[in-house]
């Protein structure tokens, strides 16, 4: 899913005192909202993923999160055995703790490290490597695609999945304030993105052909816009307007914060919370890269 409240210069969850690690929280209910909420669009693309890899009996999934790929994964590959890796140790210990709940706890190892230093060991070759929305923290990502081609085995396969923004809940009129918010907001914050994270949207194929992969296939996949008013979709809503909120905090206009600040309060008439008017619009993009035979 799509952070952008947090980037590469401080991912290591915990270094950073009380609010950092409450950053971390807030991504990790937000990873698992988006899992939950926009499952169609990530079975989608699990399933291109599938069409194309094989036998698939060892896979790594980088910048793992709390395991939404991960999970997903096990469940499509039943003989295969995951290595999630994340920076972050809240991340992995949250997603161990789904391993055990969900009963692979045996199928999974997860490890803790900064994939912009030294790689970790894999412990022998990789059929499948998985990515999504992690590449574009990475302070060096041509130096990770060539991490990533060397622990492949000859004829595996690199899943990149990326996001361009954000997901998008408000309708253009939301009853108070000046329509079209969200779009002015956004359009604030991809302007310092573009300079923070200049992968964030940027066109991958080469990069992967860069370090020796074929591009096997690329795919932009559209969430179907569903009318929600799930209580899911109200929090999962008010994380991410309060991660913008933050971001545009000097940037946007005192009459656009302030409706920001009614939309992410926990109470009040205008409160995600309430709303029944929201839809969760999001989309991915993929890339596969094989890595050749010969
Ligand atoms: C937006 S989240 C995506 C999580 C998960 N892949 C998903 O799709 O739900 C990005 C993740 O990459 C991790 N990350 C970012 N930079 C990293 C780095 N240099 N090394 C290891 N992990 C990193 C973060 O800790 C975070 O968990």
């Known amino acids: 899913m799509a952070d952008h409240t947090h980037h ?20 990790a209910e937000m990873l698992d909202l988006d899992a939950e909420l926009l499952h169609s669009l990530h079975s ?15 896979f790594v999934d980088l910048g793992s999160g709390t395991g939404a790929g991960t999970f997903a994964l096990l469940a499509r590959f039943p003989e295969a055995e995951a290595i999630a890796v994340d920076g972050s140790p809240q991340m992995t210990e949250r997603l161990l703790g789904t391993a055990e709940t969900s009963g692979t706890a045996s199928r999974v190892r997860a490890i803790e490290a900064d994939l912009d230093e030294a790689w970790p060991d894999f412990g022998g070759e990789l059929d499948l490597a998985w990515s999504a929305t992690a590449m574009h923290h990475m302070a060096q990502p041509a130096r990770a695609m060539r991490e990533v081609f060397e622990a492949l ?33 956004r359009a604030l914050l991809e302007a310092q993105l573009a300079v923070e994270l200049p992968y964030l949207g940027a066109d991958w194929g080469p990069l992967l052909t860069g370090a020796g992969f074929e591009v096997a296939a690329e795919r932009r996949f559209t969430a179907e816009p569903t009318p929600t008013d799930s209580k899911a979709a109200g929090r999962y809503a008010q994380l991410v307007l309060r991660g913008l909120r933050d971001r545009v905090a000097g940037l946007a206009t005192a009459d656009d914060l302030a409706v920001l600040d009614q939309l992410t309060a926990d109470d009040g008439p205008h409160s995600v919370l309430r709303r029944d008017d929201l839809t969760v619009r999001a989309e991915r993009q993929v890339w596969l890269g094989r890595r050749p035979v010969e």
């Open 8 to 27: 590469h210069h401080h991912h290591h969850g915990g270094d950073g005192g009380p609010e950092a690690a409450e950053r971390e929280a807030a991504l």
């Open 153 to 185: 085995r000859p004829g595996g396969l690199f899943a990149l999945v990326e996001i361009d923004s954000q997901p998008r809940f408000l309708p253009e009129e939301l009853g108070i304030g000046r329509p079209g918010l969200e779009d002015r907001c």
């Open 44 to 58: 989608e693309v699990v399933d291109l993923v599938a069409e194309h890899a094989g036998r698939v009996r060892r």
